[in-house]
Antibody
Framework: QVQLVESGGGVVQPGRSLRLSCAASGFTFSSYSFNWVRQSPGKGLEWVADISLDGSQTYYADSVKGRFTTTTDNSKNTVFLQMNSLRADDTAVYFC?????????????WGQGTLVTVSS | DIQMTQSPSTLSASVGDRVTITCRASQSINNWLAWYQQKPGRAPKLLIYKGSSLESGVPSRFSGSGSGTDFTLIISSLQPDDFATYYCQQYDHYPRTFGQGTKVDFK
């Protein structure tokens, strides 16, 4: 079955960096595009970034552009989110989500999320 | 950015009720509209895509309709498992944007 498992969250000081991972299984990883979506405590959902199936195209929300980078490693079936210059308002649960083959921008499977807390 | 506005923000209902949630986009999104259900501490779950297509495995009491800028999610007969928060999302343009959510709770 399709599984996405995020890891790498934790408590980090403002200005520092963190790298999240999303390990995928149960499907052909290299055939799909992936996204990151975050949810601040008690708040709604905010799209963060996506990466195309071949890793050649990435898009970012303005709120993270220039600070966050998403990549994939097909040999490890893993998506990464490198987060630099973290700010307090980056505090959130970060989900990775898969796009189905028939629709870019739609999210058919999600991981359970990993919590990032930015605090001094 | 395309703004997605859901109403109501909170909806109190009973088991068996017909529930209607609306979502309005700030510009046309060509039916590239999805609905998700989220329960506390869980990831969102895809219910409806392309405005009205039911995701595989989702009960038929869920339905979606609409076009252009105005969309509706209907739960025909609310079940105990349906008490949750519902989000609409447009995937016609970048950045992908979500509505603020509609919490369905017990009356």
């Amino acid at each position: 079955q399709v599984q996405l498992v995020e890891s790498g969250g934790g408590v980090v000081q403002p200005g520092r960096s963190l790298r999240l991972s999303c390990a995928a299984s149960g499907f052909t990883f290299s055939s799909y595009s992936f996204n990151w979506v975050r949810q601040s405590p008690g708040k709604g959902l905010e799209w963060v970034a996506d990466i195309s199936l071949d890793g050649s195209q990435t898009y970012y929300a303005d709120s993270v552009k220039g600070r966050f980078t998403t990549t994939t490693d097909n040999s490890k079936n893993t998506v990464f989110l490198q987060m630099n210059s973290l700010r307090a308002d980056d505090t959130a649960v970060y989900f990775c989500a898969r796009e189905p083959l028939h629709a870019r921008g739609l999210f058919d499977y999600w991981g359970q999320g990993t919590l990032v807390t930015v605090s001094s | 950015d395309i703004q997605m506005t859901q109403s109501p923000s909170t909806l109190s209902a009973s088991v068996g009720d017909r529930v209607t949630i609306t979502c309005r986009a700030s510009q046309s999104i060509n039916n590239w509209l999805a609905w998700y259900q989220q329960k506390p501490g869980r990831a969102p779950k895809l219910l409806i895509y392309k405005g009205s297509s039911l995701e595989s495995g989702v009960p038929s009491r869920f339905s979606g309709s609409g076009s252009g800028t105005d969309f509706t999610l209907i739960i025909s007969s609310l079940q105990p498992d349906d008490f949750a928060t519902y989000y609409c999302q447009q995937y016609d343009h970048y950045p992908r944007t979500f509505g603020q959510g509609t919490k369905v709770d017990f009356k």
